[in-house]
């Protein structure tokens, strides 16, 4: 009974690596349905081809809370998955009821700060950015713990300083069916 043991739960363990290994790449088999679309990239649309519309607008101002620089886009893109709709209901922030051109959405709006040293490269003081993101992060299974961006706009790139303080001020609008 022991030499039947030990290849049984070989057996039995192998069985569960391939299974949860299809499970895993299954996100990856349907397109534009997974949170990723291979191993490493996350499946983004532009949010114009979804229910959401961002605008994200970003205030920099130096140590003395002088403005530096503001920028804006309407441009950007989202996850075509369920995941946007339990992420955006949870986001906390103003929101309110709308209509626009006959249409009814739920606009959210809310503010937050960056952590500027996170974009520094080690070698220098000043860099250039452009991309901004509302990441959710969490373990996502076959790509273990991680942040994926929801949420992502592209702006003009601006100039930043480790000590600058940026404040970025976004709206997000959901289709109400």
Not at 17 to 27: R, T
Not at 105 to 132: C, H, I
Request: with cysteine; net charge negative; glycine share 8%.
């Amino acid at each position: 009974m022991k030499g039947f043991a030990a290849p049984f739960l070989g057996v039995i363990f192998t069985v569960l690596l391939i299974g949860s290994v299809q499970s895993a790449s299954a996100d990856h088999l349907e397109p534009g349905k997974g949170i990723f679309k291979d191993k490493d990239d996350v499946n983004l649309i532009p949010a114009k081809d979804s229910k959401y519309f961002t605008h994200v607008q970003v205030l920099v101002r130096d140590t003395h809370g002088q403005l530096v620089s503001v920028v804006e886009s309407s441009y950007g893109f989202v996850i075509p998955h369920e995941i946007t709709d339990h992420f955006f209901d949870t986001l906390k922030g103003k929101r309110e009821i709308i209509t626009i051109d006959s249409i009814k959405y739920e606009k959210l709006q809310f503010t937050g700060t960056v952590n500027t040293k996170s974009f520094m490269p080690r070698d220098s003081d000043t860099t250039f950015f452009g991309a901004w993101r509302i990441q959710h992060c969490g373990e996502f299974v076959g790509h273990g713990n991680g942040c994926i961006p929801v949420f992502t706009t592209n702006t003009s790139h601006v100039s930043i300083t480790e000590k600058d303080i940026i404040t970025n001020q976004w709206t997000i609008f959901k289709i109400i069916d």
